[in-house]
Nanobody, 115 residues
C-alpha cells in the first residue's frame, strides 16, 4: 500500500533553513506528481509546492524564492528545501500524492520558526 513518511522538521530561528524529506513506497514514484502541503493551527491545509514526474515545480506565492521542491527518483524521495524561514512558515508539513482514485498523506512533520 502507499506510504509517505516525512522527516526533517524541527525548531529553527527566523532566517534559518530546514530540509524536509518524504520517502514514498507502494507505487511507481517516478511517474507521479508529488506535493507538499502545510497546516498551521486554526488554518486550512495549504498547498505549498508541487513537482511533476518531469521535475517541473510550482509554488504558492508566499514561498517563492525561499523554498525549493526536488525529487530523487532513485531514492523514491521528494524534498522541500526551505531557506529564509519566517514565523509564518510555522506549520505541520505534509507530503501528498493525488491519483485519479485516491489521495494519500504522510503523518506530517512539524516546523516551528521562532522570531
Amino acid at each position: 500500500q502507499v506510504q509517505l513518511v516525512e522527516s526533517g522538521g524541527g525548531l529553527v530561528q527566523s532566517g534559518g533553513s530546514l530540509r524536509l524529506s518524504c520517502v514514498a513506497s507502494g507505487f511507481i514514484f517516478r511517474l507521479r506528481t508529488m506535493a507538499w502541503y502545510r497546516q498551521a493551527p486554526g488554518n486550512q491545509r495549504e498547498l505549498v509546492a508541487t513537482i511533476t514526474s518531469g521535475g517541473g515545480a510550482n509554488y504558492v506565492d508566499s514561498v517563492k524564492g525561499r523554498f525549493t521542491i526536488s525529487r530523487d527518483n532513485a531514492r523514491n524521495t521528494v524534498y522541500l528545501q526551505m531557506i529564509s524561514l519566517k514565523p509564518e512558515d510555522t506549520a505541520t508539513y505534509y507530503c501528498n500524492l493525488l491519483t485519479r482514485s485516491s489521495e494519500y498523506w504522510g503523518q506530517g512533520t512539524q516546523v516551528t520558526v521562532s522570531s
